[in-house]
């Protein structure tokens, strides 16, 4: 059984800096690809970032191009997300999840194409 537990949300002023953490478990970590998605109250999930099996390709959303770093180690079963310039409109629940394809040459931005999520964990920022 695949586990995927996220940490480090939080609540932060605008402007300020958080990083999460999704640490997984239950099948070889660095064969998938790994996404970050988030969703904001009476509103849809959407995707935010991905980074490849190996970590050599990511994407980002428009919306956190620029602010937002994908990453992962394989060795410690984990993957990041390092947020700077928060923004209001960041706050969300933010979900960790794993590609459901093991190494995918292209990392994908949809839901469906994952199939392991975590419980999320909350950004609050204010303004």
Known sequence: QVQ???????????GG?????????????SNYAMGWFRQAPGKE????A??????RSTYYADSV?????ISRDNAKNT???QMHTLKPEDTAVYYCAADRTPWRVVVTTTSPAYDYWGQ???????S
């Not at 800096?17 to 970590?29: K, V």
């Not at 999320?120 to 204010?126: A, D, E």
């Open 4 to 14: 995927l537990v996220e940490s480090g949300g939080g609540l932060v002023q605008a």
């Open 17 to 29: 800096s958080l990083r999460l953490s999704c640490a997984a478990s239950g099948r070889t970590f």
């Open 45 to 48: 999930r959407e995707f935010v």
């Open 50 to 55: 991905a980074v490849s099996w190996n970590g």
């Open 65 to 69: 191009k620029g602010r937002f770093t």
């Open 79 to 81: 993957v990041y997300l």
């Open 120 to 126: 999320g964990t909350q950004v609050t920022v204010s």
